[in-house]
């Protein structure tokens, strides 16, 4: 049973740019996360997503930020427009959703670098 | 809002020996979790242990402990006969039970290095 995948590991865009970052959550997994990890700090919330579903976008800024979780297909982060203050590492976690507390398992995350 | 602090930005013991991570936490939430995950220069995020805030027990998995101390909210985290392989970021993370959307909130994390 492979494990959350992330792709890509690592992304440069310049500013200006947009930026797509994928996540496939585990086989049986129907909710995602999205956190960001600022250099030398802890990881943020960002949005919990179910599918075709944003539960909670609390965390997302409110520009230029974008997620979905299609039927079909990966959970996507999108942001557009990048300024050198995004780059950072993006982790999606998924669960399974059936009970309470469940586990969050983590991806590998993408590390994006905004030239 | 749930705040997670860890105190101490890094950490070294020698290999073998037993190190204590300290976590405190700020909620007016009864019923929540309490989480201590790593993340090895991978960076990958690995679950460590888990804590059930109404289970009095500590939890315990192998060489990791937790003492949970509910009215001082504290969750420190113990590694005993610590391995190379223990070298990594800890990071104590809380979340507050709510059916349908359980995000976490993490601390600033612990750099841990173990000296062989």
């Known amino acids: 049973n492979a494990g959350v995948m992330q792709n890509p590991r690592h992304l440069v865009r310049r500013r200006g740019q947009e930026a797509r970052l994928r996540c496939s959550p585990m086989k049986g997994h129907s909710h ?10 802890g ?3 960002m949005v919990y997503l179910q599918k075709e579903n944003i539960i909670d ?17 990966p959970s996507i ?20 959703g059936l009970g309470v507390a469940d586990t969050q398992y983590f991806g590998p995350g993408t590390r994006l670098t905004v030239l | 809002a749930q705040t997670v602090t860890q105190s101490q930005p890094e950490m070294s013991v020698q290999e073998a020996e037993t190190v204590t991570l300290s976590c405190t936490y700020d909620t007016s ?21 888990r804590q059930e805030a109404y289970k009095q027990q500590n939890a315990t998995e192998n060489r990791f402990s937790v003492n949970f101390q509910k009215a ?34 993490f601390g600033t994390g612990t750099r841990l290095t173990i000296i062989p």
């Open chain 1, 43 to 45: 990881l943020k919330f």
């Open chain 1, 57 to 73: 976008e609390s965390g997302m800024p409110k520009e230029r930020f974008s997620a979905e979780f299609p039927k079909e297909g």
């Open chain 1, 77 to 96: 982060l999108r942001i557009q427009q990048v300024v050198r203050g995004d780059s950072a590492a993006y982790f999606c976690a998924s669960s399974q």
């Open chain 1, 32 to 41: 995602v996360y999205w956190y960001r990890q600022l250099p030398e700090e």
């Open chain 2, 29 to 49: 939430e009864s019923n929540y979790y309490l989480f201590w995950y790593k993340q090895p220069p991978s960076r990958q995020m690995i679950l460590v242990i």
């Open chain 2, 72 to 105: 001082a909210k504290s969750f420190s985290l113990k590694i005993s006969d610590s391995q190379l392989g223990d070298t990594a970021m800890y990071f104590c993370a809380f979340m507050k039970l709510n059916f349908g959307n359980e995000k976490l909130t």
